[in-house]
């Protein structure tokens, strides 16, 4: 049974609050003009086997570097080092805010709740991208798993942010889109899943347990907690 007297609000990243989806469209269209501008033609399919390959992220730079050598026939290509240089500088720049996030934001700071981020990733690159969003100081507590050496889905992460936040876990939400990291994760740790499913329905026999929660967008998550908590006046 899922408490719904919500004390903390702790949110991932990719996905989350930033739409990866667009940014990562938007770092195709750098990557396709600086190393395949005699292939315009093909540029569509270049962006398909990127988005593929790339697994929404969950591949890391250096295994992804080969797949696309190799699929692509990708004629003097720069070096691994040289890729994932590129990758760092200008992944961070395409962030795009996910829609209503700083309506979202501003909602549940004017309502008291504490509110925490929890991403896995390098320092670096998860830095540069709340930097670019603008809104590291929305969080009581911001955990990234390259800096404290823990990563999602191991519950110590999430743990570590709610003694942060200074909440029972019980008392806290986890919003994210991963079904292992984010939904099993969290509930693996005691927190309440909270799952943003854009588009798609859970799936018990893939996923396991469904989450206490589904919301489509951040506007969808300002109801659910406007509806479960409604004597708090806004």
Not at 28 to 49: C, G
Not at 87 to 100: G, N, S, T, Y
Request: aromatic share 12%; glycine share 6%; hydrophobic share 40%.
């Amino acid at each position: 049974m899922f408490m719904t007297n919500v004390e903390a609000i702790i949110f991932d990243l990719d996905e989350t609050l930033s739409d990866r989806r667009t940014a990562i469209d938007r770092f195709m269209e750098l990557w396709i003009a600086q190393y395949f501008s005699d292939r315009l033609h093909e540029a569509s399919y270049l962006r398909d086997v990127f988005r593929r390959l790339d697994d929404n992220g969950y591949r890391v730079r250096e295994e992804l570097y080969p797949l696309l050598v190799e699929e692509l026939e990708w004629n003097s290509p720069p070096s691994k080092e040289q890729f994932i240089a590129f990758w760092r500088e200008h992944f961070p720049k395409c962030i795009e805010p996910m829609a209503h996030l700083y309506e979202m934001l501003d909602y549940l700071k004017h309502r008291g709740v504490k509110l925490g981020l929890i991403t896995n990733g390098p320092e670096h690159i998860q830095r540069r991208k709340i930097d670019s969003l603008g809104i590291g100081d929305y969080f009581h507590s911001l955990l990234i798993s390259g800096t404290v050496g823990i990563h999602k889905p191991d519950a110590r992460i999430f743990l570590q942010c709610t003694s942060e936040l200074q909440v029972a876990p019980e008392r806290a939400w986890y919003v994210g889109d991963h079904p292992v990291n984010d939904v099993a994760g969290s509930r693996g740790a005691g927190l309440v899943p909270v799952w943003l499913a854009r588009q798609g329905d859970w799936s018990e026999d893939q996923h396991g347990d469904s989450p206490a929660h589904t919301v489509q967008t951040l506007q969808e998550l300002i109801a659910l907690y406007d509806r479960l908590h409604p004597h708090d006046a806004y």
